[in-house]
């Protein structure tokens, strides 16, 4: 049975940072594409970023340059870096898998995604 475990979620105030982590059981890291998505209440879900099995990074816009993913494989644990947060990064953070790529098409497709994580909560107070 595949699960993902989010954490690292919590409140903090604008121009603040968390790292978000993602430990899996049943998969490995290495052979498959590994996302974070977000959706704020009232919000469809959105990718905001995306690492493959290559270690290559994509990101929407709209994050570009505030958020990193990284992964640890010998640990099977995926990060989400986030820097300077803003109100409007208040939401509940998912960790995903996928089998295929890539990530450009992923990020826009969350029905693309074989497992998701439960979510980890962030809410940014200004």
């Known amino acids: 049975e595949v699960q993902l475990v989010e954490s690292g979620g919590g409140a903090v105030q604008a121009a603040g940072s968390l790292r978000l982590s993602c430990t899996a059981s049943?998969?490995?890291?290495?052979?498959?594409?590994m996302a974070w998505f977000r959706q704020a209440p009232g919000k469809e879900r959105e990718g905001v970023a995306c690492?493959?099995?290559?270690?290559?990074?994509t990101y929407p816009n709209s994050v570009k340059g505030q958020f990193t993913i990284s992964k640890d494989n010998a640990q099977n644990t995926l990060y989400l870096q986030m820097n300077s947060l803003k109100p409007e990064d208040t939401a509940t953070y998912f960790c995903?898998?996928?089998?295929?790529?890539?990530?450009?098409?992923?990020?826009?497709?969350?029905?693309?995604?074989?497992?998701w994580g439960k979510g980890t909560l962030v809410t940014i107070s200004s």
């Open positions: 690492i493959d099995s290559a270690g290559k990074k």
């Open positions: 049943g998969l490995t890291y290495s052979t498959y594409w």
């Open positions: 995903a898998a996928a089998r295929r790529g890539p990530c450009v098409a992923l990020l826009e497709r969350w029905d693309a995604v074989d497992y």
